[in-house]
């Protein structure tokens, strides 16, 4: 039920309890009735309003879309690889090795990979590896 729907209900509500419009209270009661329709009618129309801006707004995101494409020549059908989301997912990937003198389990990530080389967490022991071509640390 919309506003005006709940206002038209309390309208009808008032005259079939037969307010008296010539008493203090019945006075009162139709000038807020007046004000609540009044209100209702104004919220319809900004509702209005707003949904032709939501219309708008919706074609001008559509047409900033497709200029972008062709300023930024994008095509949607490119599937080309990119180097930088790999190099972004290695930084991101942890890497394990096992220490040959306590049998430690060491994670690491990639820039201590990369590094080529640590000292064991828990012995102290120098460890030295390198990145092979498929991520994984030796």
């Known amino acids: 039920m919309t506003i005006g729907e709940k206002v038209s209900y309390i309208k009808g509500l008032a005259e079939g309890l037969s307010l008296d419009d010539s008493t203090k209270e019945g006075k009162i009661i139709a000038a807020m009735l ?4 009044d209100i209702a009618e104004n919220l319809s129309e900004v509702d209005d309003e707003l949904n032709d801006i939501a219309d708008v707004m919706t074609d001008m ?6 200029l972008e494409d062709i300023v ?15 190099f972004a997912d290695d930084l991101d990937e942890l890497y394990e090795t096992t220490c040959p003198a306590c ?8 820039e201590q990979a990369a590094a080529g080389s640590m000292d064991c967490p828990n012995c102290g ?4 590896f390198e990145l092979d071509d498929e991520g994984d640390a030796e």
Not at 125 to 128: A, D, K, N, T
């Open 103 to 110: 049998s430690n389990t060491i994670r690491f990530d990639y």
């Open 61 to 66: 995101e559509e047409s900033v879309a497709d």
């Open 125 to 128: 022991q120098h460890l030295e």
């Open 34 to 37: 007046d004000v609540l329709s």
């Open 72 to 86: 930024y020549d994008i095509d949607d059908d490119d599937d080309d690889y990119d180097d930088e989301d790999e």
